[in-house]
Nanobody, 124 residues
Framework: QVQLVESGGELVQAGGSLRLSCAASGRSVSRYAMGWFRQAPGREREFVATINWSGGTTDYADSVKGRFTISRDNAKNTLYLQMNSLKPEDTAVYYC?????????????????WGQGTQVTVSS
């Protein structure tokens, strides 16, 4: 089993930056692709970004492309999401996820493990 714990969410002003972290435990996730999703109140959980096992391949939702960067440190068993130029519409609970495959996926159904989420609130 893999446990995922997100951190780094907080209240920030529009235009600001945050870095989210996701620490994995239970087993190494170095061979797993991973992703970030988010869920705003009253909305479905949506894809944000994904990264393959080595970090060599990434993909982003159009709404965050050019502003967010996903990365990983396999030695630390940790996933990151650097978020710049934040907008009020980025306000959501952000979830980390891992899938037992090497390659990336943009669908929620492609992931096997999920964290509990961290709240990001962007004020205007």
């Amino acid at each position: 089993q893999v446990q995922l714990v997100e951190s780094g969410g907080e209240l920030v002003q529009a235009g600001g930056s945050l870095r989210l972290s996701c620490a994995a435990s239970g087993r190494s996730v170095s061979r797993y692709a991973m992703g970030w999703f988010r869920q705003a109140p009253g909305r479905e959980r949506e894809f944000v970004a994904t990264i393959n096992w080595s970090g060599g391949t990434t993909d982003y939702a159009d709404s965050v492309k050019g502003r967010f960067t996903i990365s990983r440190d396999n030695a630390k068993n940790t996933l990151y999401l650097q978020m710049n130029s934040l907008k009020p519409e980025d306000t959501a609970v952000y979830y980390c996820a891992a899938r037992t495959e090497f390659v990336i996926a943009t669908s929620r159904r492609g992931y096997d493990y999920w964290g509990q989420g961290t709240q990001v609130t962007v004020s205007s």
